[in-house]
């Protein structure tokens, strides 16, 4: 009688929370988006990036109706996201608010969401729009290439600033410095001006030359085997094109499932980088068959065996056959 009573009672309470909202159906809700222009790229950046535009169909007429709490979730989500946004558009002082029928979505529990939203609305305040003024990056490497937006007058994204960062660094990658590095950055944002100033300092490091290559995670295919594959240059000045030749290398022998080749974080004796080979395996046998059936031709069978690795080294071995012609009326032999 416990039982039933305890049974009973469970009913009861999700009968009541049904009630209350906690399974409240999806329907859909309208998004407004204010504050910016509708025909401006930032009114269409602003819309592809949020999570709301998307649970709402704004920006996926083929979404389904999203619940309360999908809409709260988004409307959470979609202050970080806008506010990046805003930032890599040049935008350094917005405010912005979300509401969810006319409620500030921040201030409502995730878990415990409204019965029903109608109305969403996205209040934007972008502020001026900073362009760069100084735009410096040094030490660079010769014929170093970096984005034609890091220039004084140019929008002063963030997302440019990686950019240039990175083009910076993998310069100096490219003639032998493995370990460059951004050494410290001076961002001074001017706001009479609205401009920005970037002055990144990049720590090059000494040149590298390869040096002895590791293998992990092998257990059929040879170690002297796999770095005889590989062909990373041990002994000659550091080049990441020269990684990813050695890692394709790998791959293409069909032997594993997973390359990687990975730089030591120390530099070893004599400037030198030592690197390591993550591998993992691939299964050394596979059989496959596949039928094909043609009203003219008849039935075709084929077959195939495959050795991934016959001898140790990498081998592959494939064995097929294939016999076509069953049933049909071409009139050719059916065994090929």
């Not at 921040?106 to 609305?121: E, L, Q, S, Y």
């Not at 493995?178 to 009479?192: I, M, V, Y």
């Amino acid at each position: 009688m416990a039982h039933q009573g305890q049974t009973q009672g469970a009913a009861i309470y999700l009968a009541i929370s049904l009630l209350l909202g906690g399974g409240a159906a999806a329907q859909a809700a309208q998004l407004v988006l204010t504050g910016v222009a509708e025909d401006t790229e930032l009114y269409a950046t602003l819309l592809d990036g949020s999570l709301l535009a998307e649970q709402t169909g704004e920006t996926d007429e083929d979404a389904e109706p999203a619940t309360p709490q999908e809409l709260v979730a988004a409307a959470q989500a979609d202050y970080g996201r806008l506010l990046a946004l805003l930032y890599d558009n040049g935008y350094f002082g917005p405010t912005l608010t979300i509401t969810l029928d006319g409620v500030d979505a921040a201030a409502i529990p995730p878990v415990r969401p409204p019965r029903r939203i109608d109305r969403a609305v996205i209040t934007v305040t972008p502020g001026p729009k900073f362009r760069f003024g100084l735009a410096r990056i040094a030490p660079v490497a010769p014929e170093t290439k970096l984005p034609d937006g890091f220039a004084t007058g140019e929008t002063a994204r963030l997302s440019v600033l990686k950019e240039t960062v990175s083009a910076g660094i993998s310069g100096w990658r490219g003639v032998g410095h493995a370990k460059a590095e951004l050494a410290d950055q001076d961002l001074t944002a001017k706001h009479r001006e609205r401009q920005i100033d970037a002055d990144l300092r990049l720590a090059p490091g000494p040149k590298l030359r390869f040096g002895a290559l590791t293998v992990t995670g092998n257990e059929d295919v040879r170690t002297a085997r796999l770095i005889e594959i590989a062909g990373l240059p041990e002994g000659e000045v550091f080049d990441p094109e020269e990684l990813e030749l050695a890692t394709e290398r790998l791959r293409r022998t069909g032997a594993f499932d997973s390359v990687a080749l990975i730089e030591a974080d120390r530099i070893g004796p004599n400037d030198t980088l030592p690197i390591t080979a993550q591998i993992t395996e691939a299964p050394k046998r596979r059989f496959g068959f596949g039928a094909e059936l043609s009203s003219l031709e008849g039935l075709t069978l084929s077959t195939f065996w495959l050795h991934r690795n016959l001898l140790g080294g990498a081998e592959r071995l494939r064995l097929s056959a294939e016999v076509e012609g069953i049933g049909g009326d071409s009139g050719t032999d059916p065994y090929t």
